[in-house]
């Protein structure tokens, strides 16, 4: 029995909760013990357990002191993320003597027991509140002076403003830290702090009433649990706000006509009021109309509530306590149920999601967000149609303008992107990554000076961008600033130094200086952090051959066609070595062949560099006649394309065919003419 309940704490559910606040009752329950609590004058301080008091009981009151909880705590999360509030309540332990009595008294200065310690900013903030709520019930301090060597005598009614003034003064310190708390979170929290032009204090009361009736439905039935709850763009309609105050209005009066004999009502229902008033949006931050995991110490309080109100009707024999034992176990049940069926909502972005656009309405930012899980698995059609749902909600929501144009882009249609990334940019010009998506699709379509110019303003936004630094740096490169994109390259892998795209390409640029031995350092950077990298397998081996150093290259170029089997720049690249070494061991005519003509097919026999190869590769297996037919084609296709040093360099090698002579390889291997963009 001891276990049981702190499973359920982590499960993250109320019914944890419930079963921990409510454990002595239901132990009691199963003992058939008589259930009574007796409120005792507290003596210099907080409580203690006192010695046994009656004629027989002291074994019985030790077996259910042994099995009681003195650590009440509430664990809720949801997709992991969790809140934890725990705090040491003096000791409250049943005593048995003919009944079953909760009797405190104060223990020694030196055996002082420490009040609670509370750990989060919300806790902070209502912890002197929360204290003084525990002052007037279990400990009682409300009727008796504070002062440790104070005579514990009843005090007449006029000093009780007296007693409470000592309460509030030694909390002080409590006080000056939930200022503080309160403070650091206005002053640190500016840029999400919603103006009251954009919402007003009217609209702002209307929501907290209505979310504290809500909060408290949930709490009871846990249904239509959502991530995140809009705020509503219309106002709330009077007659919600209206009922909600009235509910809130009559449980309050309940409570207080009862304060005398049940005065926990009064607590647990303040912990819930006052504990969720920090959180409960008068000071709005965020868009949320509500969160669910604001609830989850202010449930705290409506849980103590119910496990002593239980413990009351526990009291009385008519009730039967096998029936309430058998309800209590049944709601314990149907919570976990509840909890199990809410996890499964947090499986994944587009089950979570796609649950909150189910149970809410008008929820743009749910619908934002489940379009971006749909394009991230390929369905743009789906997303595109989440994103224009977001837009006719909030029409002036930037991010899914942003996404809607990183649908167009996906699809090809990277006008359209352009057009959408340019009204994202109209609604927020420091959106950055708006900024940055406009930089990529102006180097899609040519248009790399515009590009650079985005992508420098994306800089300008977030320095910090390590893709904008990359692309930038791609940019340069293709303008021939090749230095600059050395420079943005490496700034790239100073923001992400796992960057294995930036260290790739700056291998590329670095060939093109000529500095080969620091594109190879650079390409086995770029293998470290992804050894599946086709693409720089394929450059290291161009790399080494041009260092001299052939057999690693060939081991390379084999590895780039392993991953990537139609990687047209390995292919043509191995062909080559195999037909045109100087090395005898190195050449293999007829794998040549296979390689070079896999290559050519796969591009359309449109590329003189790799039709040149496949002549070459014909001329390594003796079919000479096929080797000079091959040339001319390729031939033909430079002079087309206006490379005349690659025709006149072609025309050299078909007069060695023409002779009967293969050529053999002087040159560099085929390398990339152009790097992914990202």
Sequence with gaps: MGTFPHLLLLLGTPAGALLHAGLPVLRALAGRLPFDKR??????????????????????????RSQCLCNPSI???????????????????????????????????????????????GSVRNGPFVLLLLDYWPLNRFGQPVSADARAEPIRWQDSFTVFKGLVIEKIPLFA????????????????????EHRSIAARLGNAIVSYTAYLGQTFYPTDLAVFYPFSASSIPPWKILSSLVLLASISVVVFALRRSHRYLVVGWLWYLGMLAPMIGVIQAGEQARADRFTYLPQIGLLLLIAWAIGDLCASPRHGRLVLGAGALMAVAALMACAHLQTTRWKNSESLWSHTVACTSGNHIAHNNLGTALLQTG???????????????????????????????????????????????????????ARYNLGVAFLQI??????????????????????????????????????????????????????ADAEYNLGVVLVQLGRINEAVSHYNKALVVNPNYAEAHNNLGT????????????????????????????????????????????????????????????????????????????????????????????????????????????????RLYQSGLPYRYNSQPSVPASATQH
């Design 75 to 121: 664990a809720s999360g949801i997709g992991g993320v969790g809140h934890r509030a725990q705090g040491r309540i003096e000791r409250i332990v049943f005593r048995a003597d003919t009944r079953c009595v909760c009797k405190l008294r104060a223990p020694p200065r030196r055996q002082r027991v420490p009040g609670p310690l509370f750990c989060r900013s």
């Design 39 to 64: 409120s005792a004058p507290w003596r210099n301080g907080g409580p203690t357990v006192s010695g046994p008091e009656g004629n027989d009981g002291g074994a019985l009151a030790q077996r259910i």
């Design 446 to 499: 040519g248009r790399v000076h515009d590009a650079v110019a985005h992508f420098q303003e994306a800089l300008a936004i977030e320095p910090d961008m390590a893709k904008a630094q990359y692309n930038l740096g791609l940019a340069f490169a293709q303008l021939g600033r090749v230095s600059e994109a050395v420079v943005h390259y490496n700034k790239a892998l100073e923001i992400n130094p796992s960057y």
């Design 379 to 433: 369905r743009a059609d789906e997303a595109a149609i989440h994103f224009q749902k977001a837009l006719e909600v909030q029409p002036k929501y930037p991010e899914a303008r942003n996404n809607l144009g990183n649908v167009f882009f996906q699809k090809g249609q990277v006008d359209e992107a352009v057009a959408h990334y340019q009204k994202a940019l109209e609604i927020n010009p420091k959106f950055a990554l």
């Design 177 to 196: 830290l939930s200022a503080a708390s309160c403070a650091v979170t206005i002053l640190t929290g500016t840029q999400i702090l919603m103006p009251v």
């Design 543 to 654: 790399a080494f051959i041009q260092i001299g150093r052939v057999s690693e290259a060939v081991a390379h170029f084999r590895k780039a066609m392993t991953i990537n089997p139609l990687n047209v720049e390995a292919l043509n690249n191995m062909a080559l070595v195999l037909a045109t070494s100087p090395e005898t061991g190195m050449r293999n005519g007829t794998e040549a062949v296979e390689l070079a003509e896999r290559a050519d097919n796969l591009t359309g026999s449109a590329n003189a560099s790799i039709s040149a190869t496949l002549a070459a590769a014909y001329a390594e297996a003796g079919r000479f006649p096929d080797a000079v037919k091959t040339a001319k084609s390729a031939v033909q296709l430079a002079t087309n394309r206006g490379n005349t040093a690659l025709a006149d360099a072609i025309r050299a090698q078909i």
